[in-house]
């Protein structure tokens, strides 16, 4: 019992820097969460997907798209229409870690608004090239999902 009870703490402790402004220490909460817990977080990060953070709710909805849990599938699908989530976002879009640079770029493409396209145009003319594949690919996505919205 005692070792579930150290675990919940460490889980519950990982949820709270998911929303930390270091974004390596969040983006390591965020692993922790959806690899090595995996299932067994799987309810503290659907209640995290409420939480007042965007930046928490944003991390928690990666966490739980990686653990790939069918119970998680009706809180994803919920909060990719969180108006705050393409802000928290954009303002993942500095980070050095390049992993977590395209997966924001990635992401913003499935949720992202005007203000994401505007963030996103921005960044490529100083791009290299697998940037601006990414950056383009996201692009079309938002474009797409206009193109779909109207029609």
Known sequence: MAAETRALVRMKRHIANLGDPELDVAARAERYLAKCYGDRA?????????HPNPKVRCRAVWALGRIQNHRAYDTILRLTNDPDAAPALIANLDTANRQAWRLTVSVLGSVG?????EALTTLLPDADAASRVDLQE???????RRAGATA
Do not use: G, P, Q
């Open 113 to 117: 608004d005007e203000e994401a396209v």
């Open 42 to 50: 799987l309810d503290l990060l659907i209640e995290a997907c409420d």
């Open 138 to 144: 996201a692009l079309d996505e938002i474009a797409e």
